[in-house]
């Protein structure tokens, strides 16, 4: 099945409008920069602090994704969006969640990228952080 038909089939078969999302965001990846999340209650919006592509094109990357912490802040500090600290300083509204630092084994190592950001987001907002969770399942969702 070539492009078109899928897309097409994909659209008629649709049960929501977030069914139909998931094809544009297929076809059009960049007029998409958030990514894909079904509504749940008043959850909010995600933050997105930079592009994949601004992490992954970094030259501190590959050694931070395998457990090079100082290579991760490195990144972290180069990558970091000031204006993204200051959307969630609006949305935490003065209280003080603790951050959620989670990390998982990866074929080369421990990604020391989640940490790095943690520590970064609690020292501008003044909050702890837990890097004692370990995820235990293989996402492979990178990219």
Known sequence: MDEKEWWVKAVQEAKSLSDIEIVFRRLWPGLFPKPFRKPLFDFPDVIIHTTETSVKKHPFYTAAK?????????????TLNPDSIEALKTLL??????????HTLEGEGINAIPEALAEKIADNLGLEVENRIVQTNIAEHTG
Request: aromatic share 0%; charged share 25%.
């Open 93 to 102: 509204r003065g209280r003080k969640p603790i951050l959620i630092s989670v």
């Open 66 to 78: 395998t457990g090079d912490a100082e290579a991760a802040s490195i990144l972290v500090n180069d």
